[in-house]
Each structure stands twice: as C-alpha cells, then as structure tokens.
C-alpha cells in the first residue's frame, strides 16, 4: 500500500511531463485569442514555479519566450498600483503574477462572495497564499 502512495503521484508527474513535451510546440500555431483568460500569464508562472521545484519542463524555447513576452506586455499594460486598487482582467490570473502582491489591498476587492472575479484558480491561490501567510 505504502508503495501505492509513491508510485500514483509519480506517474501523474510523469504523465504531466510527457504530455507537455509532446505539445509544448503547439502553442506556436495557436491563436492567442482562443486561449484561456490569463494564459499568457499564468502559465509561465507555473513553468517558473516547477522550476524552483527542480521539474526540468523544457529548455528555452521560442514558443515560451513568445509566450514570456506576451506576459510582459501583458503585465506592463496594467500598473502595479492599478491591479491593487480597482478589479481587472488580472485578477483571473493572480497565480500567474510575478510579483509580491499586497494581499491587503487584494482582499479588497473580493467579490462579496469571497471570490476574485468569480475565478477559481485565482481564488483558490489567494486562500492558499494567504494561509501560508497567516501559519
């Protein structure tokens, strides 16, 4: 049983892994506007965060420095200041976000039922900084 425990997961990786190497290049055909809200920046986030994490996903690439210049652009096109202070579309993406983010200035502008704009990523992300926080 025990080794069930270990071995799940790391098929999962696994699997992860290879599916991403395997189409990894597809996103250079892809049209940027039928990708998900915030992709071009959440998912360099989490290619950032499985590296720290010692998960070597893909050499650079030109598909992801396409997709790392597109966040930049992205990113520069709304202040710091601005995503603190009123809702905009990057608040679907705060786990996607580089930066430190001021989660007291966030926090307010939850939607009254708790979410950031109804997303669940996003939401899901900030309960879990926050938790991590507040430990």
Not at 26 to 36: A, C, F, N, V
Not at 99 to 116: A, V
Request: charged share 30%; net charge positive; aromatic share 8%.
């Amino acid at each position: 049983m025990e080794f069930r425990k270990f071995l799940i997961p790391c098929l999962y990786l696994l699997t992860g892994m290879s599916f991403l190497q395997k189409n990894l290049h597809k996103l250079k055909d892809e049209d940027p506007e039928h990708m998900p809200s915030g992709f071009e920046v959440r998912f360099p986030r989490l290619l950032e965060m499985a590296k720290k994490l010692g998960l070597e996903i893909m050499k650079d690439d030109t598909v992801l420095q396409d997709l790392y210049a597109r966040r930049e652009v992205k990113l520069k096109r709304i202040p710091m200041e601005i995503l603190h202070s009123v809702p905009t579309t990057l608040l679907y993406s705060l786990e996607g976000m580089p930066h430190d983010l001021d989660w007291e200035k966030l926090l307010k502008l939850q939607h009254p039922n708790g979410s950031f704009l109804c997303s669940t990523s996003a939401t899901a992300y900030a309960l879990c900084r926050r938790r991590m926080k507040n430990a």
